[in-house]
């Protein structure tokens, strides 16, 4: 009789796991629509990301430096706002910050049915996204709102946006590079819940870059014949002067990263006008990321 329950309970267990599978491979497709918002994470699922935030920082970057780690601890909602230079920059994120959050991401990179499972599960949001600007019909907009419901769903929740929409190789900060969706969600969120306890969070990642940054782990590692440890091959398309792209390899190797966290910006401190908010938000990433860079 007891080994029938066993034999039942792990039969039960099975057929959960595979509906719940299943449940995230469906949200998982659905993340190619623009501005999806998939259901709230689990705290198995949250936990699960920070730990993979962590992993992926140490295998990827190196050693994460922390400055301002102080200003990441305050009460309210808060749009989380750094530069964007690196695919692994929300693994950075996750790994310096004490809260966990969710985040947007392009829709190709979470394509693959397996990588889509497990975008939803953690509550990624996908937009359609082409050189920081929406691909879709509508779908700036279904982003905007999607993003409004999360920060106002809860009055400690927290979304990770690049509001450079893309990535900048050298890391050279342009004002016009910077898109108003993350101060037309902070002003969609303040008509829902009002501008109390809403801030932007702004941040700045810097990457080591050069070998003399190198820890006697990651020289141990090279020493052991694994040359291209921590080494990544990404590419650039580089507008022409008659408007064509040129495909441009950046191949580079990262020895660690410093992080540097701002003060919280409160909603009631930015301009309503959501172009002359994100100027203001990108002088103080800008700062940050000189700040970070010296450091």
């Known amino acids: ?19 719940r599978t299943a449940y995230w491979f469906w949200h998982g497709r659905k993340l190619q629509k623009s501005g999806y918002m998939p259901p709230s994470s689990t705290r198995v699922a949250r936990w699960f990301y920070k730990v993979a ?5 140490f295998l990827g970057v190196g050693p994460i430096k922390v400055i301002g780690a102080e200003n990441a601890k305050f009460v309210g909602r808060a749009l989380v706002l750094p530069n964007h230079q690196f695919a692994l920059d929300f693994a950075v994120i996750g790994k310096a910050t004490p809260f966990s959050f969710r985040q947007l991401a392009k829709a190709k990179e979470v394509k693959n049915p397996f990588m889509g499972a497990l975008a939803a599960w953690i509550g990624t949001v996908g937009v ?47 004002e016009e590079d910077f898109r108003t969706g993350a101060t037309r969600i902070l002003n969609t969120t303040a008509g829902m819940v009002g501008i109390n306890g809403l801030y932007a969070l702004p941040m700045a990642v810097h990457y080591k870059r050069d070998r003399k940054d190198a820890t006697r ?3 141990l590692v090279n020493a052991l014949g694994i040359k291209a440890f921590r080494r990544w091959k990404d590419f650039e398309l580089v507008p022409n002067a008659d408007g064509s792209k040129t495909k441009e390899d950046r191949i580079f190797t990262t020895y660690g990263a410093t992080v540097a966290i701002g003060k919280p910006i409160a909603m009631a401190d930015l301009p309503t006008d959501p172009r002359e908010a994100i100027k203001v938000i990108a002088a103080e990433i ?10």
């Open 1 to 19: 009789m007891t080994i029938m329950l066993i034999k039942y309970a792990l039969l039960a267990l099975l057929a959960f796991v595979a509906v």
């Open 128 to 174: 359609q996204v082409e050189g920081g600007k929406s691909q879709s019909a509508g779908g700036g907009q279904a982003v905007i709102d999607a993003g409004a419901k999360i920060l106002a769903k809860s009055s400690g929740a927290r979304m990770l946006l690049f509001p450079q929409g893309k990535l900048v190789f050298n890391n050279q900060l342009k």
């Open 286 to 295: 800008q700062a940050l990321l000189t700040i970070a860079e010296k450091a």
């Open 217 to 219: 782990f990651h020289r």
């Open 53 to 57: 935030c962590k992993a992926i920082a």
